[in-house]
């Protein structure tokens, strides 16, 4: 078996790229740093507690922001000796970073809820009525929320970056919590003092819910999972026409952060010289390299087989 070795140029510009990232996780920390001082004042001044709740999530949001901006900053390191690929698997770690603290707040925002709930039922919490300044500021971060998942939402498509498509969910998650802080208010402000603990139980679970999908999308990647019809339909779209390969036998895809290195296995004619073959393997690295974005590396192996030798199956992927 002859194996012919070929790389791809970066399709994307990898510092354009660094810099929409850092852009998102600075905006971010800006906003968080800036709502959790606003919306805990506002919680207390306002005898909010829903309010106060949602003011602490931010505390945390601002946490965990410094942490992914250390991992966004590391990942646009250039590749070394020891890590050939670069550094962009520590994007998948900053996400999985995200999926922790967001499960972690959702469990403390539900038993912190649970605890209102019962102070409220047994008659131990304090009846004081929440401010309309309180209703205004959970309002106001809605809006700036908004502003920032459409952001990190829309950096995380075109960068493929798993720690920035973390980042908006999380944005979501704190449009959703600021939502149910603002229920809680209202509800309060009607004299239904039991609303503010349910609202906050309810978003709590949603926030738990998505950082489970932030977990198991971020560990996929690094088990180098990749999207196995689609990409072995697309690599035999784009091979079928070339009358050489006599068989397609396996695709092995791996992912290194936003990229995809993919070694192939074809079966030429045995009568060609390894000169043709190399030609052949050529010709196969550069179809791959333009119908396919984000392959960084293909490896290619061909050997001699009958023509027409039963058995040439259809393209199938393995991991």
Same mark, same amino acid.
């Given at each position: 078996?002859?194996?012919?070795?070929?790389?791809?140029?970066? !399709?994307?510009?990898?510092?354009?790229?660094? !810099?929409?990232?850092? =852009?998102?996780?600075?905006?971010?920390?800006?906003?968080?740093?800036?709502?959790?001082?606003?919306?805990?004042?506002?919680?207390?001044?306002?005898?909010?507690?829903?309010?106060?709740?949602?003011?602490?999530?931010?505390?945390?949001?601002?946490?965990?922001?410094?942490?992914?901006?250390?991992?966004?900053?590391?990942?646009?390191?250039?590749?070394?000796?020891?890590?050939?690929?670069?550094?962009?698997?520590?994007?998948?770690?900053?996400?999985?970073?995200?999926?922790?603290?967001?499960?972690?707040?959702?469990?403390?925002?539900?038993?912190?809820?649970?605890?209102?709930?019962?102070?409220?039922?047994?008659?131990?919490?304090?009846?004081?009525?929440?401010?309309?300044?309180?209703?205004?500021?959970?309002?106001?971060?809605?809006?700036?929320?908004?502003?920032?998942?459409?952001?990190?939402?829309?950096?995380?498509?075109?960068?493929?970056?798993?720690?920035?498509?973390?980042?908006?969910?999380?944005?979501?998650?704190?449009?959703?919590?600021?939502?149910?802080?603002?229920?809680?208010? =209202?509800?309060?402000?009607?004299?239904?003092?039991?609303?503010?603990?349910?609202?906050?139980?309810?978003?709590?679970?949603?926030?738990?819910?998505?950082?489970?999908?932030?977990?198991?999308?971020?560990?996929?990647?690094?088990?180098?999972?990749?999207?196995?019809?689609?990409?072995?339909?697309?690599?035999?779209?784009?091979?079928?026409?070339?009358?050489?390969?006599?068989?397609?036998?396996?695709?092995?895809?791996?992912?290194?952060?936003?990229?995809?290195?993919?070694?192939?296995?074809?079966?030429?004619?045995?009568?060609?010289?390894?000169?043709?073959?190399?030609?052949?393997?050529?010709?196969?690295?550069?179809? =791959?390299?333009?119908?396919?974005?984000?392959?960084? !590396?293909?490896?290619?192996?061909?050997?001699?087989?009958?023509?027409?030798?039963?058995?040439?199956?259809?393209?199938?992927?393995?991991?």
């Amino acid at each position: 078996m002859n194996t012919k070795i070929v790389k791809a140029d970066n !399709k994307i510009n990898t510092k354009n790229r660094q !810099k929409a990232a850092e =852009l998102v996780v600075n905006l971010g920390l800006f906003f968080n740093a800036v709502l959790a001082l606003v919306k805990v004042s506002a919680g207390i001044l306002g005898h909010s507690q829903g309010l106060l709740a949602d003011g602490i999530n931010s505390v945390s949001d601002v946490i965990y922001f410094v942490v992914v901006k250390i991992f966004v900053r590391l990942s646009g390191k250039p590749a070394d000796s020891e890590h050939p690929y670069g550094h962009h698997q520590l994007e998948s770690i900053a996400a999985l970073v995200v999926g922790a603290f967001v499960i972690t707040t959702g469990a403390a925002i539900f038993w912190d809820s649970v605890n209102s709930a019962f102070d409220i039922f047994v008659g131990t919490a304090p009846q004081l009525k929440v401010r309309l300044f309180a209703l205004v500021v959970a309002l106001a971060t809605i809006i700036c929320k908004i502003f920032l998942m459409l952001h990190a939402n829309r950096t995380g498509r075109t960068t493929g970056n798993l720690a920035i498509k973390a980042l908006a969910k999380d944005h979501r998650n704190d449009i959703f919590a600021s939502m149910g802080a603002s229920i809680g208010i =209202l509800l309060n402000m009607l004299g239904i003092t039991w609303g503010d603990p349910l609202a906050g139980a309810v978003v709590a679970l949603i926030v738990a819910k998505t950082g489970m999908d932030i977990l198991r999308e971020a560990s996929s990647d690094l088990m180098d999972n990749v999207p196995s019809r689609e990409l072995a339909e697309r690599i035999h779209e784009l091979l079928d026409g070339m009358e050489e390969i006599k068989s397609i036998e396996d695709i092995h895809a791996h992912r290194f952060g936003p990229y995809l290195v993919v070694n192939l296995t074809i079966g030429i004619d045995g009568d060609l010289r390894v000169k043709d073959g190399d030609k052949i393997a050529d010709t196969v690295e550069s179809t =791959l390299i333009s119908g396919l974005e984000m392959l960084r !590396k293909v490896y290619v192996h061909y050997h001699p087989v009958q023509v027409g030798k039963p058995g040439d199956g259809p393209l199938t992927l393995k991991r």
